[in-house]
Structure formats: C-alpha cells, structure tokens
T-cell receptor
Framework: GEDVEQSLFLSVREGDSSVINCTYT??????LYWYKQEPGAGLQLLTY?????DMKQDQRLTVLLNKKDKHLSLRIADTQTGDSAIYFC????????????FGTGTQLKVEL | DAGVIQSPRHEVTEMGQEVTLRCKPI?????LFWYRQTMMRGLELLIY????????DSGMPEDRFSAKMPNASFSTLKIQPSEPRDSAVYFC???????????????FGPGTRLTVL
C-alpha cells in the first residue's frame, strides 16, 4: 500500500536553512509534491517534482529526490518567520485517478 | 479565479443534528476531493470524484457520512447524525485530471471548521 512519512516537528533559527524530510513507499509514484499549511488556512502548493528528476530549485526552495531510497526533502534557504507552518509532502502516480497520498505533516517553527 | 469555495467556514452544532458542508470547485476542474483534518489522525481523504462520479469512498468513516456531486460545480458532504468525534476541519480540493491520467495539482479550499457539541 501507499504510505508517506514525515517527522512531526522542526525548529530552526531565522536565517538558517530548514530541511524537511519525507519518505514514501509506493515505487510507482510519478509526482511528488510539497504543500504548505498556515494556521487556519487550507493547503497551498509550494512545489512539485517529477520522479525522473533528482532536484528542482525554485527561489529559496530546493527539492531533492532520491528515488532509490524513496526519500524526498525540501530545503528552505534563509528561513523567515513567515515560513512557520505545517509542510506536507504528497505522492501521486499516473493512472491513480488524481488521488494524492499525503504525509503526516511537519510543523516548522522559526525562532528569532 | 476565486479558487475553491467552501461554506460555511465555521459550523457549531449539537450531537444528533444533520450537518451539510458545501464546496464549489475551481471552474474547469473535473476532480473533487473531500478531506478531514484532526490533530490525532492528520489529513485523511474521505472520498473523491472524477467527472462527478464517486471513484473511491473507502475513507468515509461510517454510513453517517455521505457525499454527492450533482454537477461539475457543486458538491456536498453530509453527516447525519453528527457526533462529537466528527469535530474536525473539512477540506475540499479540486484538480484537473487530463486524458493522459496524469496526476495534477490539487487546489484546496479554506476549510470548514466543524464543532459538534
């Protein structure tokens, strides 16, 4: 079956880099996503990566994918207090009917 | 585009009452998802529709829960009768499923915070 796991909490100092990790079990995953949820709001897409890619960079965000180990990470450079939120990774696959499997979410706390 | 619209944003009701949550997906999207989020269980997929047809309702917790999508621009999630353990934030999301079957980005609504007393 499909399973996506994340650590629950991460605390960093403002200005440092944050690295949020995710592991998944479905080897047929085609797309992997990172979503951000701010307090009292829905999930917003941050970025995504195709399974045939190793890395994707988008401004302060860097996504690394190790398909062999089924490990996905999100690095946020120069972390700001506005980055404090819950970050969800999710996996989907072609032919999966558009269904995504979400991880448990990692709560990122940015301290001054 | 207004994004995914959910109503009401907050609902407080008493145990045993019927609750109806509403969702309007993004225009042109053909997939719609209902999720429930709680501290204990995280984000759970309850049911999803493709082209107004329910595809997978295995996440619906009990017969007390039902969902409908009468047309491409409207869906409801109903709980009857409601119980205190149904208290959660309920999210609706929509996406566009292409002919290739490629999974596409899901766009989430702001959620409905349900409290059952």
């Amino acid at each position: 079956g499909e399973d996506v796991e994340q650590s629950l909490f991460l605390s960093v100092r403002e200005g440092d880099s944050s690295v949020i990790n995710c592991t998944y079990t479905d080897s047929s995953s085609t797309y992997l996503y990172w979503y951000k949820q701010e307090p009292g709001a829905g999930l917003q897409l941050l970025t995504y990566i195709f399974s045939n890619m190793d890395m994707k960079q988008d401004q302060r965000l860097t996504v690394l994918l190790n398909k062999k180990d089924k490990h996905l990470s999100l690095r946020i450079a120069d972390t700001q207090t506005g980055d404090s939120a819950i970050y969800f990774c999710a996996e989907g696959r072609t032919g999966g009917g558009n269904k995504l499997t979400f991880g448990t979410g990692t709560q990122l706390k940015v301290e001054l | 585009d207004a994004g995914v619209i959910q109503s009401p944003r907050h609902e407080v009701t008493e145990m045993g009452q019927e609750v109806t949550l509403r969702c309007k997906p993004i225009s042109g999207h053909n997939s719609l998802f209902w999720y429930r989020q709680t501290m204990m269980r995280g984000l759970e997929l309850l049911i999803y529709f493709n082209n107004n047809v329910p595809i997978d309702d295995s996440g619906m917790p009990e017969d007390r829960f039902s969902a409908k999508m009468p047309n491409a621009s409207f869906s409801t999630l109903k709980i009857q009768p409601s119980e205190p353990r149904d208290s959660a934030v309920y999210f609706c999301a929509s996406s566009l499923l292409g002919v290739s079957g490629r999974t596409d980005t899901q766009y989430f609504g702001p959620g409905t915070r349900l409290t059952v007393l």
